[in-house]
């Protein structure tokens, strides 16, 4: 029996979680990996702010010192979110010889190449499944499971609370804002929800991804970002009568070493596996050249995230030596990727016309002179007063060539409401 | 860079895949993992019987001594099927000091302790995760990424044969006999296709996949079997008309130590997640107490299975020392575990009755005499001359109550036409 003594950053909810799944498994632990973890202290900022949750009252410390000069301490999980100082105290238990394992996709995305750095130095491990899509083994999966593939494509419903509400509108035909009152209301979304509805969370989650599906630094700002403030339930209504749902997709494709990455909302064919993945799920569906098309599909929050916080636990604590992943991890995005904005994929566009004599054909004029080619074209009766709505879903085009297309659209003749790009 | 040499046991179409795959891959095998691996030695039966697939001629050898014996080699891939000679020779890889990594099922499945045995005798390692579905990463999952679980329940669609042939099935209501040999002239059933209809093949799987879930041998003679033979179009259509999707599900199932282990043909409702699972895919769906609900899907076959066994292959030789499963893997299922035959689902009845005043109520009566409650039924007009059809779907009741209700039933007045099992 090997004894571990561990501490936390962070005594909050998913803190909570891992501390009693630590304590449910404690014979399990024992006999499957012949490990005794003992949680000897957890740093909170203060008494008063501690909401009880099974952790002992008596663990709690307020100056992280307590943490990163006890000796005994060899392992320490972090679960304060952000960047600062999460980043900051994960560096110094790092650099003081304990390993960590964090479930801080932010941290991460901004300071990955520091942190592996450290712990590589000090000869410690960094662990971070829990970081993306909580209990799904995506981590695992795209570090050892699937070396010999070359990753062409990876489409993520990363983040649970712009899934909720897509679901919701999708099947109830309900408004954004309403939706968005009950996700508050029910706990799914957070009080200032710009985090997950304009997508930085699933960003943040696609930058590590990318990464390691691609063996080459994919930082944050690489990734082009766009929420779901803006999606209707016209929108999603329209969509579906053309057979296609609506999802804040995080999408990574690879064709030699030309990259995009971008998180959208994205229209897919409701026969899709990853159309199906609904409410809270995450799902990542991902190609590779060998093993062809998989996905991996499970919950990204609450208790799943401490299945993946307590399995990185006693990997690490079970592992003979820590394993990194082999690319330059570097603070830049890697320069042998190319990374670029003008991807080619499919169009939805929803233009509200004047209806009048030739106001179709000039509409399909301005997509023609940028050579863009439309798929299928719906046009519903009228929405207000002497306009139209039109529909088109184009062929494969290039970014490039449809913003083109639609800045030459006249507004007083066809205004643009939406541009969504589908995928397949 | 660390040179490895290694030789295949078996040089038909996987290995076929494995060959090329990492001819592939040499360039980034060196550059992720600092491997150069060299493929020195094929072992196949004769020359006549080699069909070329890109492993060079001068690479066979015929004589599994000249592997064994080699001092070189430090590792061997198993790709010859079935369970002798296959579990000999690698037993025999293993005492020679040498790592085996296997897509082979049966022979691990039915040798699987002393192998494991052998291998930690001699300090080297012992692969398999190419030897459940494919390249779905669900060995190591099981074994790393869900160690913070106790797995109660696992579900899967782990033989892609009878998944084409069933898919194809519900979706043209076409009869078995027919697609069965579409599927034999496509390439995806054998010319004797017993050990995929009969559910061998996915037996073997499971009692693979639930020693790891379960934490303790579940041997092969453990599973309940019955194969897809004798489903009918006609079970399907009425299966499909109620809401359900037929699938032969590998089940594995966990109450404290009470244990259930079956493969059958399985009524899914439209809506669950393997009920989408379609043609060639695997997948596995498993609730861990943790985890909560997560699925995995993938290809089983092919040169995914060569995804998986390269990329174990990888894992050997960076591993720096090899890991097993902690559970008491002895030659004999695990005492600790009670395995049930009277496991408690739904059933879903068909019976041809005689159309006479009373029937109904005789049939129901022998449901009603061993406390099996019917949750909905269905009359359909005569199916022959003076007879109906009559389907129920019973609630939740244990297999020993139903079979005791069927034995009651008089065939000269409704005979038992089909019992199929229902899962949620």
């Not at 829990?130 to 699937?146: E, H, R, Y």
Request: with cysteine; aromatic share 8%.
């Amino acid at each position: 029996m090997k004894n571990v003594t561990i501490a936390f950053l962070g005594g909050g909810n998913i803190g909570g979680c891992v501390y009693r799944l630590l304590e449910d498994m404690k014979q399990e632990i024992a006999a499957r990996c012949g490990l005794g973890i003992t949680v000897k202290k957890v740093l909170v900022k203060d008494r008063e702010s501690f909401i009880p949750n099974g952790i002992p009252e008596e663990l709690l410390v307020f100056d992280r010192q307590e943490i990163m000069a006890d000796p005994d301490i060899s392992l320490v999980c972090e679960f304060m979110g952000g960047e600062h100082p999460a980043a900051d105290f994960m560096l110094e238990a790092l650099k003081a010889g304990k390993t960590v394992v964090t479930a801080n996709k932010v941290a991460l995305a901004l300071h990955w190449s520091e942190l592996q750095a450290a712990a590589q130095a000090q000869g410690v491990g960094l662990y971070y499944e829990a970081s993306v899509c909580g209990a799904i083994p995506i981590i695992a999966t795209l570090n050892g499971s699937l070396q010999a593939n070359r990753i062409d494509r990876l489409m993520g419903i990363i983040n649970g609370t712009t899934n909720y509400i897509l679901s919701r509108m999708y099947k109830n035909g309900e408004d954004y804002d309403l939706v968005l009152r009950d996700a508050q209301a029910l706990g799914l979304a957070e009080p200032n929800p710009a985090f997950d509805v304009e997508g930085m969370d699933a960003a943040y989650k696609l930058s590590i991804l990318a990464s390691l599906a691609f063996h080459g630094r994919v930082t944050y700002e690489k990734v082009y970002r766009e929420g779901i403030t803006g999606v209707t339930a016209m929108d999603i209504a329209c969509g579906k009568e053309m057979g296609y749902v609506l999802k804040l997709l995080a999408i990574a494709k690879r064709d030699g070493n030309r990259v995009e990455v971008r998180v959208h909302p994205t229209f897919l064919p409701e026969h899709h596996p990853l159309a199906q993945v609904d409410g809270s799920f995450n799902a990542v569906y991902l190609y590779g050249h060998s093993c062809e098309d998989m996905m991996l599909q499970g919950f990204g929050a609450g208790t799943p995230t401490a299945s993946a916080v307590v399995s990185d636990v006693l990997n690490a604590c079970t592992a003979p030596a820590h394993a990194f992943p082999a690319f330059a991890n570097t603070a830049e995005a890697d320069a042998s990727l190319h990374f670029t904005g003008n991807w080619e994929t499919r169009y939805f566009i929803r233009v509200s016309a004047k209806d009048a004599p030739g106001v179709l054909a000039k509409v399909a004029d301005c997509f023609a002179r940028e050579n863009v080619s439309i798929a299928t074209m719906l046009q519903k009766g009228a929405v207000d007063e002497g306009r139209v709505m039109l529909i088109f879903v184009t062929h494969a085009t290039h970014e490039r060539a449809m913003q083109a297309a639609l800045s030459r659209l006249d507004p007083e003749i066809a205004r643009l409401e939406s541009m969504i790009r589908v995928e397949e």
